[in-house]
């Protein structure tokens, strides 16, 4: 810590957090937006959701904010 203080400053502690605020609202809006309207889709189509039909609902969501959020995860990464 002492080093990275010397070398800049107290700015230095923040260097990545632009990259993991960025990666944070990427994956987190798409993961929560997709399972939202994922589980929209299926009580309109079934009516009553199954626990099972959750499970899917959130894996899906899960899944397409991980594709969405890698630049930002590899940018973070390399900063």
């Known amino acids: 810590m002492k080093e990275i203080y010397k070398d ?3 700015l230095k502690f923040y260097k990545g957090f ?3 605020i960025t990666r944070q609202v990427m ?3 798409v993961r929560l937006g997709g399972y939202k ?3 929209n889709s299926v009580e ?5 959701v ?3 039909d959750k499970s899917v609902c ?3 969501a899960a899944t397409i904010a991980s594709f969405v959020g890698n630049p930002a995860d590899l940018i973070l990464v390399r900063i």
């Open 37 to 39: 309207f994922l589980f």
């Open 50 to 52: 199954s626990t099972a």
């Open 44 to 48: 309109n189509r079934k009516g009553k």
């Open 58 to 60: 959130s894996v899906v």
């Open 8 to 10: 800049g400053g107290v």
């Open 27 to 29: 994956y987190g809006t």
């Open 18 to 20: 632009s990259a993991a």
